[in-house]
């Protein structure tokens, strides 16, 4: 696919290895893999496709045309230490889900030069990290994610950490008339996230790591069902509330 080859070049990650104890790592006992991570977006466990019509927990039909998150502070653990990265990517995995086809391969990307080993866990960030926050686009080498201006909101001091959007038929016509563009923003709508996985990496050898995304999850669910209707639109401070339950949404989402 396409996109996913492009993002292959864009997104290469070369990790660093700590260890949790007092000495240095011998890093000459093993060498180094690499890892092919593969997000996958699902809604209501199928495979996302952009422009297809989904239910809303309510009931209400709805498109999907953009699902982007910066993702930051990517850390590989063992049980002795960790495989860490401080890049900083912007993921636009609506691009990979365009097709049925692309939605089952989902969006992938390298991680290379990760130490082998037996592998427990995996964390990363959905978001930029405070201190890069607290910087604007026009601070980064141009090679650098961090400056998209599109994705920077100069009223907040504050990167668009994620982007969900399309169009909702609220009134129930079958007609999609309201766009919907949910965006997250600020320090505190940071999400942290944490997945227990087994995996191994061997030298010289790619290990293929999927990571499933329940995307339905980030509207809530039961009588918790986000209100959509009061806030179509996320684009200023006063929303902070309506951030913050889509951020703790959006961690039920892996």
């Not at 993921?91 to 692309?102: C, I």
């Not at 201006?149 to 609220?170: A, L, M, P, Q």
Request: glycine content about 8%.
């Amino acid at each position: 696919m396409k996109n996913t080859l492009k993002l292959f070049t864009l997104l290469l990650i070369s990790f660093t290895y700590m260890s949790c104890g007092d000495d240095e790592p011998d890093v000459t006992q093993n060498g180094e893999g690499n890892v092919e991570m593969a997000l996958k977006v699902n809604y209501d466990g199928a495979p996302l496709v952009l422009l297809k019509e989904y239910e809303y927990p309510d009931g209400k039909a709805l498109y999907f045309s953009k699902f982007s998150f910066y993702m930051s502070e990517l850390s590989l653990r063992t049980e002795e230490g960790v495989a860490s990265s401080d890049a900083v990517n912007y993921l636009r995995l609506g691009q990979a889900h365009n097709t049925a086809a692309d939605a089952v391969e989902g969006l992938k990307f390298n991680l290379n030069g990760v130490k082998s080993a037996d592998y427990v866990n995996l964390s990363f960030g959905i978001g930029v990290p405070a201190i890069q926050n607290a910087m604007k686009p026009a601070d980064f080498p141009s090679t650098n994610d961090l400056t998209l201006s599109e994705e920077y909101w100069g009223n907040w001091n504050s990167y668009i950490f994620c982007k969900v959007e399309g169009v909702i038929d609220f009134d129930g016509d079958g007609i999609p008339e309201t766009d919907f563009a949910l965006h997250l923003g600020a320090d505190e709508a940071f999400v942290d996230i944490e997945l227990d996985r087994d995996f191994v990496v061997n030298d010289n050898k790619t290990t293929e790591l999927i990571i499933p995304i329940e995307l339905k999850n980030f509207f809530g669910s039961g009588s918790n069902i986000f209100d959509i209707e009061a806030n179509p639109k996320i684009h200023t401070l006063s929303q902070s509330a309506a951030i913050a339950e889509l951020a703790v949404n959006l961690k039920t989402c892996f």
